[in-house]
């Protein structure tokens, strides 16, 4: 049987992609059945992944929501990954039709599904890239056709820091992305941590080793040095349900079992 038609070929389907795995987390269609066996064995393993995925997928749209009503009409979204419902685009331009939003991956599947999802609509691309080579994003010309720099940007790195080992210098990449925003400017971070339930998540980076993006868990300090530049918004680096939650019946009694931080910070 041959590849759907939003699979590009020459893609390696013989290790799990973190992108597509986190789709089928989420109830997506675009995966393929290692991705699927990888995300049943970390449910397995850890029975709340799929409540911790949906928290951090809702801290993405609370996230676009305030930025919105902050003002901000632009997104760079990178590690934007399989686009499921409710992507940024789609929060942001139903509030502010003429919102753009430039997505950025590392997976070719996710950028070949996104191109074909957001074909015909004006506001928004989709390009692959490496956040390790954060120029290559900044210098696109698609980007650069989409984005005007020189007015407030919000910056997504959702979920996306933790596939960034310190040996490629994941602190410098931020500050190099944060240098090329003007003031007015936000960035909006979800990170994996194993402050807390550190047995269990020692488990999951060990099988994120088998991924093409494997995990670099980081405590609330080092995430915090990532807003290096920014102040943080109100309630600042909080647990994933904890950040503007729509109801307090969100948050729960145990938060820090969702293993994510999450904040969102403006450049001055």
Known sequence: MGQPDWVPEGIDLSRPS??????????????????????RQ????????????????????????FLVQAGIRQFLDIGSGIPTVGNVHEIAQAAVPDTRVAYVDIDPVAVAHSRQILAGNPGA?????????????LGHPEVRALLDFDQPVALMLVAILHAVPDADDPFGI?????????????????????????????EITAMFK?????????????VLRFFTGFELVEPGLVWSPQWRPDSPEDVGEHPERMMMYVG???RS
């Open 42 to 65: 970390l449910i397995e393993l850890v029975p709340d992944m799929r409540i911790t995925a949906r928290a951090n997928r809702a801290f993405l749209h609370r996230a676009v929501r």
């Open 210 to 222: 088998q991924t093409t993006t494997p995990t670099t868990t980081r405590t609330r300090d080092e």
């Open 264 to 266: 969102v910070g403006r």
């Open 125 to 137: 691309t989709a390009i692959q890239a490496d956040l390790r080579r954060p120029d290559d994003i």
């Open 174 to 202: 931020v500050a190099r992305l944060r240098d090329a925003l003007s003031p007015g400017s936000y960035l909006a971070i979800s990170h994996a941590t194993a402050d807390r339930r550190a047995d269990e998540m020692d």
């Open 18 to 39: 973190v992108a597509r795995a986190y789709d089928y987390t989420l109830g997506g269609a675009h995966n393929f059945a290692v991705d699927r066996e990888f995300a």
